[in-house]
């Protein structure tokens, strides 16, 4: 009997991390993909502390080390073979985007291409949905380009929106489709796109 190869996986995440501790759980007993390591570009994201608390490594870079191809040595023994975004706030380099070309997975707290860009990112989001009184918003998960938020959709799922519901409200139902999907879609998307799949 064979096992297929098992898939690592590198969190990057720039804040408190719920998302990347979700994804850490989804596959906490996964014979095929695992979080292996947790990266943030601030020293005092609380992603860090998550992680700990999971037992997954981390580490840290600068805005500016993320524009070295040397980077990735400090993640070179883990075999990362994928990378999730899980409320990284950085541009990814292009350095970065042809190591693991169709490997770099990202969540958007939208309908793409509605509300993406530079700049739009978490409350100033669900602010604009919200003043532009949409009837329905949602998340998109998308493979990264070296364009914000203009990569190929994998998929998108949406909520309705009522006229009470305030910024704050909008914010939890897109976490809720989150937590509810962006796991099982990276798994669909591993399982689908991997060579010994």
Known sequence: ????????LLILASGNGSNAENIANYFA??????????????????????????????????????????????????????????????????WLIKKYSKKIINIHPALLPLYGGKGMYGMNVHNAVYENKEEHTGITIHLVNEQYDEGQIIFQA???????????NIAEKIHSLEYNYFPSVIEDYINTHSPDS
């Open 1 to 8: 009997m064979t096992y297929p190869t098992l898939k690592n």
């Open 29 to 94: 007993n996964h014979h095929e993909i695992k979080v292996t390591l947790i990266g943030s570009n601030k020293p005092d994201a609380f992603v860090l502390q998550r992680a700990k608390k999971l037992g997954i490594p981390t580490f840290t870079f600068t805005k500016q080390e993320l524009t070295d191809p040397s980077l990735s040595s400090i993640w070179r023994s883990y075999h990362i073979d994928y990378i999730i975004l899980a409320g990284f706030l950085l541009k990814i380099p292009s």
């Open 158 to 168: 949406s909520v309705a929106l009522s006229s009470t519901d305030l910024p704050e």
